[in-house]
């Protein structure tokens, strides 16, 4: 099922706000009409692309994913936390009357999902995040690891303006990604480097800084605004054991402070590759679903 399949809305929020979200409008019996709302990495447009369709339609599962504030198609909120980020989300939720729905994110969208869950508990039922980042700890380093944490550290430092400044004259080091990753974003992942490089495009073709990728990487510094105690639903967390992006560690100390947290570390993988995970994590969020 191609990503253009989806239907592409824009829903005006009760601040006079706008979020853009895309919906595939279909559930199949083996998916007992889960939904799943997708959440997109740093940078994306929020479409939905075809590595992330064709496994969850396959199932039967529904896909819902949102633009994130600041990006294209979704209004800007400036000093939006990644709780602030996901109430948007949760608010697309209700307007498509969701009784129930599962959340999974990739890297940036990995602290999004895991935030829908604490605001939404009632509705939602499981959780995947994959190479997904964990909240910034002045204890200990949460930069180790990381090949190029440049753009994180300025927004650590300097917040809006200092990442802002950042992003001017930075370049995206090579080195982030190992040669799994490279790999797969040549063969069945290639539509996600095509929708990043689209999401650059298309935050540079405006008169505005690119204020959706600055906007996520301040708000993974400072205070997310939930605690991941909050989160009561079972939730699986994939990493890769040569993620240079988003380091192992990462990945265990979220599995480790999750009430019902899984962690699968898939070793040989990178940043990108460990996307290939997916189908068998959405087998694991279809296993959620009541029947």
């Known amino acids: 099922m191609a990503a253009t399949t989806a239907i592409e809305r824009d829903l005006e929020l009760a601040d006079g706000r706008t979020v853009r979200f895309w919906d595939t409008g279909v559930q ?15 940078p994306q447009t929020g479409r939905l692309i075809p590595p992330v369709v064709e496994p969850a339609l396959a199932r039967g599962i529904r896909v819902v994913s ?8 979704t209004s800007t909120l400036e000093g939006r936390t990644v709780k602030d980020a996901a109430a948007d989300v949760v ?30 508990p009632e509705r939602v039922v499981g959780v995947v995040t994959l190479a997904g980042i964990a909240p910034f700890m002045d204890a200990g380093d949460w930069f180790a690891g990381m090949a190029s944490p440049d753009a994180l550290q300025a927004a650590l430092r300097g917040g809006r303006d200092e990442r802002r400044r950042h992003g001017e004259t930075a ?13 797969v974003l040549e063969e069945e992942w290639a539509p996600l480097g ?23 990487d301040v708000a ?12 009561g639903c079972p939730t699986l967390v994939v990493q890769g054991g040569r993620d240079r ?15 019902r947290g899984q962690f699968w570390l898939r070793p040989n993988d990178g940043h990108v ?10 087998d694991w969020l279809r296993d959620l679903a009541p029947h």
């Open 273 to 282: 590759s460990v996307l290939r995970a997916l189908p068998v994590a959405l």
């Open 245 to 259: 992006v988003v380091p192992r560690a990462h990945g265990q100390w979220q599995a480790e402070h999750l009430p």
């Open 171 to 183: 370049e995206f080091d090579l080195e982030s990604f190992v040669d799994t990753d490279w790999a």
């Open 28 to 42: 199949g019996r083996g998916g007992a009409g889960l939904t799943l709302i997708w959440h997109h990495g740093t």
């Open 66 to 73: 949102c633009t994130r504030a600041g990006y294209v198609g």
């Open 91 to 120: 608010a697309v939720a209700s307007e498509l009357g969701l009784e129930r729905y599962a959340t999974a994110g990739a890297s940036g969208g990995g602290p999004h999902a895991l935030a829908c869950a604490a605001l939404d």
């Open 220 to 231: 993974f510094t400072t205070p997310w605004g939930f605690d991941l105690s909050a989160i």
């Open 194 to 216: 095509a929708d990043a490089n689209r999401a650059s495009v298309e935050a540079t073709a405006g008169a505005e800084p690119p204020w959706g990728e600055i906007d996520d």
